[in-house]
């Protein structure tokens, strides 16, 4: 069954047309897409290989997320992403919007990426990554997770990363 989503202008303004998801974008398209930057409550991270298999970055080792269905909203993107591709329930209120920036493509079309952090609890069977798109799982230190998934974001990204990781520290 295809997946389809909603076109925005670069400003996030919806335009009212939706298409499928790996369609051809035109100049001035943007489309919403969200990342998890998900915390254990030990203070480990959960890193994922991407499939070997993806259309994109096969094998690397990145952050949980993708693209949002029409009709979501980008947190509910989040959390669908964290139970499809790892089997992981996460709560609404326990996602915090960390930043917000653009992709924007040569083509003259782009990504508008939602970046959320959580502090998740590992469920007692543990993680049960999605076949089609994660090949393996790790839980590393903030410092590994950190080099691995900074290789393609810009320096808001890094720096909202760092105060999100920053954070738990003031709350002890």
């Given amino acids: 069954m295809p997946e389809y989503r909603d076109v925005h202008t670069r400003e996030g303004v919806p ?3 939706v298409r499928e998801k ?13 990342i998890d930057i998900l915390r254990c409550r030990d203070g ?3 890193l994922q290989q991407r499939s070997l298999k993806s259309r994109f970055y096969p094998g690397i080792w990145d952050v949980t997320g993708g693209g949002v269905d029409s009709g979501e909203t980008p947190l509910d993107a ?9 089997g992981l329930p996460i709560r609404p209120e326990d996602m915090r919007s960390i930043y917000r920036y653009y992709a924007d493509w040569d083509d003259g079309s782009g990504l508008i990426l939602y970046v959320y952090g959580c502090s998740v609890d590992l469920p007692e069977g543990g993680l049960t990554p999605a076949e089609k798109e994660v090949n393996a799982i790790r839980l590393t230190s903030f410092q590994e997770y950190y080099d691995a998934v900074t290789w393609n974001k810009d320096a808001g990204f890094k720096k909202a990363l760092k105060q999100f990781e920053e954070s738990f520290k003031s709350d002890r």
């Fill in 22 to 34: 790996h369609a051809p974008s035109r100049p001035g398209d943007y489309f919403l897409h969200v």
């Fill in 15 to 17: 335009t009212g047309e």
């Fill in 44 to 46: 480990r991270y959960i």
């Fill in 78 to 86: 989040g959390i669908r992403e964290a139970q499809e591709e790892l």
